[in-house]
Each structure stands twice: as C-alpha cells, then as structure tokens.
C-alpha cells in the first residue's frame, strides 16, 4: 500500500525545453568583446555555451530525458550549432515565430531549464547584469514587482502549467531563480564582482557543475514535482527605458499607456501575451 502511494507521486518525466543565454557562460564578462552583435570573440563565448548546454542535456539524457528541444535565448544568437548535442534540436532565428505558432510546440513539454542566465538588470555584483536589452531597459515590473528574465520565463512557462526546475549561469542569477521559485536547482559557474567583472570556473568545471545539477533537479522534480510559477492576475506590466525615444516606439501601440517620459504600461488577463511586450 505504501509502495503504490509512493509510486503514484513519482513524475516520470521524459521531455524538456531548454532556454540558452549568452551572459550567464563561465568565460563571459564583457557585453563588447564578447556578447554584442560583431563582437571580436562572440564566436568563442558560443562554442563555451555549446559546451554548457551540451554538459546538460547529457545529464538529461542519462537520466532518461530523451526528448530534449532548445530555444537560443540570445538576441544575435549565442550557440555554436556545428558543436549541438546530437539528441537535442534547436529552435532558432530572429525574430521568434508568433506566440500562436510556438507556444503550441513549447507547451508540449514536461519541464523548462535555462543554461547560461545573467541576473536581471540593477543588481549591482550581477556580472553582465541586464533585463531582454541591455542598451534599451532601465528595468521591468509585473504587478509591482521588479523582475528579470529569469521571472519571464517562468510565468510563460507557468501559465502552460510547466515547472521550471533547473537554471545555471551566474550567482545572482541562482539567487533570483530560487527567490522566485524555492524548490529549483542551480548551478553558479561564474560568481560576478561587478558588471563587467566576474570569477569565472574553468569550462571543464562549469560543465560538471552543470551535469551534477541537471541530475540532481531531474532526481528531485521525479520526487517532489516543482509547481509551475503561476501568480494571480490580471497583469500589469511597466516597462522603463533609458531613453524617452524607445518609450515613445513601446506607446505606439493601442493598448499601451504612457506613465512618464520613460515609462510605458500595459495590462492584459493573459501573462503569455504580456510578459514579452
Ligand atoms: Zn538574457
């Protein structure tokens, strides 16, 4: 009897989607050597990302994780698709398919990771810290509360009832992760000093950090599912630029209000159709 409650609680989780960014890579620290559009060693801070998601979706397939697809998360693209894991496929290209074509093909799966995630932008040791776009957002808030990336992919998920179980990259980025969702797992690669400044692991290390965590949330998510991060709405998203130009491209829109010179909201039930304004 208790051996059948027991399995009954055990989640058999066998696909998941991966989100990739560039600023959270152990080796990464500069947005213009190393991240930027052109950037001199973009191709190199890549190949260290490759390397990173390839470490995770080994640990996922060892743990018998055998649908596995990946979102390049970075604007200009940050994989080095020649290196991709042979089990993983890419969804890639800028700009990103309507939500009305690819939240259908994101929803199909079980559990949501992110590898390589930065802290959101006003945390002053958050290394390479920025919120969606680094020369454009003072910061983002839903419903009051001042979020990053890291809060945008999670209500996104949360909304198609998918948990977010694993995030590596840097320190503060594992810090605002399990703020926001306690029973996620991470793995911090680089420990940032300051903006433009961090302590990077070596790559072989950042890689068997990765691979441990990844092992460890499947473990634990098969244990005790993680629950989808779902906050009560409706929704009101504020968002603020460094300058008045971009705001008035954000305002151009019907539904969207301008709170100051700098600073646009928009309000909607639905937190898919919000969270990415
Ligand atoms: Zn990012």
Redesign the pocket.
């Known amino acids: 009897m208790i051996l059948c409650k027991r399995l009954r609680m055990i989640k058999i989780v066998k696909s998941a989607f991966i989100v990739t960014?560039l600023?959270g890579t152990a080796g990464v620290t500069s947005f213009d050597a190393q991240t930027r559009p052109g950037a001199r060693y973009l191709d190199r801070s890549r190949r260290l990302a490759t390397a990173e998601l390839n470490a995770a979706v080994e640990a996922l397939v060892a743990a018998g994780v055998d649908d596995v697809l990946v979102l390049d998360?970075?604007g200009c693209e940050g994989l080095w698709y020649e290196d991709l894991h042979p089990a993983v496929k890419l969804i890639h290209g800028r700009p990103h398919a309507p939500h009305s074509v690819l939240d259908p093909i994101v929803d199909r799966y079980e559990a949501g990771l992110i590898i390589g995630?930065?802290a959101m932008a006003g945390i002053r040791s958050g290394n390479m810290n920025?919120t969606?776009n680094s020369l454009l957002i003072d910061h983002i808030a839903i419903n009051g509360t001042v979020v990053g990336?890291i809060a945008q992919w999670a209500l996104y998920w949360g909304a198609a009832g998918m948990p977010f179980i694993f995030l590596s990259g840097e320190a503060d980025a594992c810090t605002e992760a399990r703020t926001l969702i306690p029973e996620i797992e991470t793995a911090a690669v680089k420990q940032g000093l300051s903006r433009n400044s961090a302590i990077s692991v070596s790559p072989i290390e950042a890689r068997r950090l990765i691979a441990d965590g990844v092992a460890r949330a499947v473990d634990r998510h098969r244990g005790t599912p993680v629950r989808p991060t779902v906050w009560p709405g409706p929704y009101v998203l504020e968002k603020r630029f460094f300058y008045t130009d971009a705001a008035d491209a954000a305002a151009d829109s019907p539904d969207a209000e301008r709170v100051d010179g700098q600073t646009v909201r928009f309000r909607s039930e639905d937190i898919r159709s919000l969270v990415y304004r």
């Open positions: 960014d600023e998360g970075h995630q930065h920025h969606q990336e």
